[in-house]
């Protein structure tokens, strides 16, 4: 398993996810990116069968409009499996729902970041979002049991 810390992009939004990378990048966060481009991907990911080895990322950056399984349900099905319920899931999403946010909450986000419009603002975002979740931040370890 590799133990270099990773960060998971779950976005369906070919635009936002090279925006993001980017971010990521120009703020010298060196971390190695996975992508999914909808929920099943990522439930796929994090929480594939018995026989196949599963992503463990650092931290989880969750859009919440995506398809076949939106972000609210992965997130939700994170939060019920014990692979996964202390792993840390930020809502990376442009919805200026404020149901969006409290039900995020509700099923055990870590945080809720909405995508500023403004590159130099989504860089910024990006940044401190680095910057706290990948480097101040001390979670867990994430072990895998089998099922």
């Known amino acids: 398993m590799n133990t270099e ?7 369906d939004n070919p635009d936002h996810e ?4 980017r971010a990521l990048k120009k703020n010298n966060i060196a971390n190695s990116i996975a992508v ?3 929920g099943q991907e990522a439930l796929d ?3 594939p069968p018995p026989a196949k ?4 990322p650092q931290v989880v ?7 076949k399984v939106d972000g ?7 939060r019920a499996d014990a692979r996964t319920r202390l792993l840390p899931v930020v809502i990376l999403t442009s919805s200026d729902e404020e149901e969006d946010m409290i039900r995020s909450y509700e ?13 130099n603002n989504f860089i910024e975002a990006t940044r401190q979002l680095g910057m706290y979740w990948l480097v101040l931040n001390e979670a867990p370890a994430i072990k895998r049991a089998a099922r």
């Open 5 to 11: 810390p990773m960060i998971l992009l779950v976005e």
């Open 18 to 21: 090279v925006l993001a990378i």
């Open 36 to 38: 999914a481009r909808d």
């Open 45 to 47: 990911l994090l929480l």
């Open 53 to 56: 080895a599963a992503v463990v």
């Open 61 to 67: 950056l969750l859009d919440l409009k995506l398809p």
């Open 72 to 78: 609210l349900e992965v997130l939700k099905r994170l």
């Open 107 to 119: 099923l055990g986000a870590n945080s809720y970041i909405r995508k500023p419009v403004d590159f």
